[in-house]
């Protein structure tokens, strides 16, 4: 009996630490529902759930209800989701790369997808058939098998994936700048501008049930290969010893975490600090195996952009600040922090 007592309170501490942190993002998500011109209590946001789940009958203020609904409820989830997405896959490129400071635009994601974003909204590529977010999503692509084909595949190395990185930024960076310099109106670029530095303003239902399934695929794929992560934790030359496919096994993370990352900037823009600063505060916490860290960091990611979304909508009234700028100005400060803590560390 003892020998099983082990076990078995482990599995009641995850169990618990997993209902805490579900409780934890539930929470914050009904804060964020609540918060706007409107005000809604959170019990009202519970109520109108349970109502829709068919578990209460209760009778709500219609007006409350459709602002839920059709507005509040899919913002907040999707920020929820965005977050979770962009820290798993921080947490994966510094796993991959052996670099602290490694987050999800580093394969050029977020430079290729403002590229085909302006390619959609100023030069009218796709005549009406391709929308923002679709010619983002192509854009991104686009930029990661550029990446690819730079840093040779399945036989590129860290070192070499980084540089590619930062030629495929550089490139699609100087051609959307291009492209809005000398074909844009004022209004357009501001638009432009704008979606690149972060916006939960119009996604909706549709949004929701997209980002929800590629996060959770993604999270699914990561937790199976958890080991594969570890090991590249100790080099690419341990990890092959291991019995790893350095090569292809770089390569199919890298897929996820561009299907991710993609994912994230044709909804709502180019949002940074998320994959950089949550990785480091979730290791703190759980430590470096992979198989607690990334449930961590998609928690604690979804937590933090929800937050930031709160943020980017009552800092300054009757207005709403990108919520780039919002990530930013809190993960600068919480960044040097932990640089600070790694400093002093004996």
Do not use: K
């Not at 209760?58 to 979770?84: K, M, P, Q």
């Amino acid at each position: 009996m003892s020998l099983g007592a082990g076990p078995l309170r482990g599995a009641a501490t995850l169990a618990g630490l997993l209902l805490v942190s579900l409780g934890a993002v539930g929470l914050v998500i009904g804060v964020s529902v609540g918060i706007g011109d409107l005000p809604i209590p959170l019990s009202t946001t519970g109520l109108a759930v349970t109502n829709r789940l068919g578990w209460t009958t209760a009778e709500l203020n219609r007006i409350h209800e459709t602002v839920i609904w059709d507005y509040r409820l899919s913002r907040a989830l999707v920020a929820a989701f965005c977050g979770a997405g962009l820290a798993m896959s921080g947490a994966i490129m510094q796993a991959l790369l052996r670099n602290p400071l490694a987050e999800p635009y580093v394969l050029g994601i977020s430079a290729g997808a403002s590229t085909g974003a302006v390619a959609v909204v100023i030069l009218g590529i796709g005549a009406g058939a391709v929308s923002l977010s679709a010619g983002a999503f192509l854009g991104a692509f686009a930029s990661f098998f550029f990446v690819a084909l730079l840093s040779s595949g399945t036989r590129g190395g860290a070192d070499r994936t980084i540089l590619a990185g930062v030629a495929a930024s550089q490139l699609f960076n100087a051609a959307t700048s291009y492209v809005v310099t000398t074909s844009g109106n004022a209004q357009q670029a501001r638009d432009v501008m704008f979606w690149l530095l972060g916006s939960f303003g119009g996604v909706r239902w549709p949004e929701f049930a997209l980002v929800s399934a590629v996060m959770g695929l993604g999270l699914a794929l990561c937790l199976f290969f958890a080991r594969v992560l570890d090991a590249f934790a100790f080099g690419d030359e341990a990890a092959a010893a291991l019995g790893v496919d350095v090569g292809r096994a770089r390569l199919g993370f890298f897929a996820i975490t561009a299907v991710m990352t993609a994912t994230v900037v044709s909804m709502v823009g180019s949002i940074g600090f998320v994959g950089l600063v949550v990785p480091h505060a979730a290791r703190f916490v759980v430590g470096p195996v992979h198989g607690r860290l990334l449930p961590a960091c998609a928690v604690a990611g979804a937590i933090f952009m929800v937050l930031a979304d709160i943020a980017s909508r009552v800092l300054i009234p009757q207005q709403v600040l990108p919520i780039g700028v919002v990530t930013a100005l809190v993960g600068v400060p919480v960044f040097a922090a932990i640089l600070f803590r790694l400093q002093r560390a004996p």
